[in-house]
């Protein structure tokens, strides 16, 4: 199954292209250029350099937060449109779930994704690696960080990804001290974000683009307003 899926909850901006979970080609980027002005030309960029054509795909996948409330709403949109246009399927995927996915390793581990949800907060996750499914030990949420730290548990290894993990990394530190692993991988989350897709999809759990939602946590700043 070919699936065309696209990250934009963050200025780090991918799209890439799977087949059954493969990774076939993958765009990413960091620029002063919109996520509008880029997704375009980089989606007809990773198609044709695969010989395919939008009609070829067959499933759609998006990262549907959290994440830039703006960023969030690009990315939908403009999938949203292809699987109106397409009549295909749309498996929307939780932003902290594909970057914990980035840290699976042939043992199982404690994987938490921090990300900076501004003013003073994390959108955070704990999941546990079991196999190569990820189980949601923390829920997913926003919190304050000194909250979600001391929600986790003590005496095991805890891998942290993201970027709210430079930012907290002394707190990070105070609570876990040497059990804590900080990563440096990469954050470009578009191929992570096409392999659970495509899990969604072939559990026949894919959605119609009129029910595709965000995933935000909080209000935005002008629902806060009103």
Known sequence: MLILSVDTTAPFGSVALTAHGKLLAEWNSESRLTHSERLLPAIDFILKSQGCGISDVEAYAVAAGPGSFTGIR???SLVKSFAFASGKPVAPVSTLKALALK???PQGRLICPLLDA????????LFEQRRQNLVEIVPQGVYTP???LSMLPGG???SFIGSGVELFKDKIF?????KARLS???VFLAYEVGVLGYRIIKEGKGLDF???????FRKSQAEEKN
Not at 118 to 125: H, N, P
Not at 210 to 216: A, H, I, T
């Open 74 to 76: 690009i990315g939908l």
């Open 103 to 105: 840290l699976i390793q």
């Open 118 to 125: 501004r003013k003073g907060e994390v959108y955070a996750a």
């Open 146 to 148: 000194d909250r979600f």
């Open 156 to 158: 095991r290894m805890i």
């Open 174 to 178: 105070d609570y876990l001290q040497d």
């Open 184 to 186: 440096s991988r990469s």
């Open 210 to 216: 009129r029910e595709v939602q965000p995933l935000y």
